[in-house]
């Protein structure tokens, strides 16, 4: 029997996960005065404002609708994405820099590095096992994860994800700089290491806001997708033809769709909120993980 893996569990998930590293990386920062290991904490306490974020975020797209917004807060919750983003960038990048800058121009040398190198392997479990979640929520709702960056619903889930699989990344490549170090004994990979999580954390901030800046300015769903919306209005023998058809996310898992259709002229206002009700019945059928669809009707014959 195959559990459903709710957004919520994906992203409280990936909280006490980023709560676990910021509260072992700290200790064993102090401990060690590794570089790798400050920008592991650095990472941590980004990605658990961003975790928070997400959290508010999603609990603010569920408040009904009321008279400053007719249409809902669902939309909010790309907002919150877009702060969580910029947590990563300035907090995660910007500290691990700053320490990777540090440790590179005036090196200290590290106290009892075979710590930093287990609670990177504790690291690399806990962030693995939030990745795996993830990664399987969105698969199972994109048919597989090639196609989970192809589109853009589940943002909140899709940002828990990509933050988990950067701290897997960071995770595995500052435990081969401590190792290399360790190897080595040259502090320059430890540097390296702390800068490398940098660069990591910046790209993945830069994915994370302009999925965000996609979403808020109402990008249309992928050409496939209004394909099969098109194709599932024209099965309706009511509906003649389709002039025009927009769809866009109206929230994490809310589409709004504005057609222009030639109905049959004999049809009457119930039977044409009839033919509306049938096509949101088949946009659920096509997209099944949408919670709410709203066909809004813009066919002249309908105004009439």
Not at 3 to 21: A, G, K, M, Q
Not at 116 to 143: D, W
Not at 144 to 166: E, T
Request: hydrophobic share 50%.
């Amino acid at each position: 029997m195959t559990t459903t893996i709710s957004s919520r569990r994906v992203v409280v998930v990936s909280f006490l996960v980023d709560l676990l590293d910021v509260v072992t990386n700290l200790v064993v920062a102090i401990l060690t005065g590794s570089a790798v290991i400050f920008g592991e904490m650095a990472q941590g306490i980004a990605d658990s404002i961003g975790s928070g974020l997400l959290v508010i975020g999603e609990r603010r797209a569920a408040r009904p609708r009321d008279a400053t917004h007719p249409l809902g807060y669902a939309r909010e919750a790309f907002f919150w994405g877009l702060l969580s983003a910029v947590a990563m960038l300035v907090i995660g990048a910007g500290l691990s820099g700053w320490r990777g800058y540090q440790q590179l121009v005036q090196p200290e040398p590290l106290q009892t590095p075979a710590l930093a190198v287990a609670v990177l392997v504790l690291a690399v479990i806990s962030n693995g096992y939030a990745v795996s979640l993830s990664g399987r929520k969105l698969a199972s709702e994109n048919g597989g994860l090639v196609s989970i960056f192809r589109n853009l619903n589940r943002p909140l889930v899709k940002g828990a994800f990509l933050r988990d699989l950067i701290g897997t990344f960071t995770s595995v490549v500052g435990l081969c700089a401590l190792l290399l170090y360790q190897a080595y004994g040259l502090l320059i990979f430890d540097a390296l290491g702390a800068l490398a999580a940098a660069l990591l954390m910046l790209l993945g901030s830069i994915v994370l806001m302009a999925q965000a800046r996609a979403l808020i300015t109402g990008r249309a769903l992928p050409d496939a997708m209004l394909a099969q919306l098109r194709r599932a209005a024209l099965s309706d023998p009511r509906v003649e033809a389709v002039n025009h058809l927009a769809a866009v996310y109206a929230g994490a898992s809310q589409i709004l769709i504005e057609a222009d259709l030639d109905l049959s002229e004999s049809l009457e206002t119930r039977q044409i909120e009839a033919v509306l009700d049938q096509l949101e019945d088949r946009v659920r059928a096509i997209l099944p993980n949408t919670e709410r669809v709203r066909v809004q009707l813009n066919s002249p014959g309908a105004a009439s």
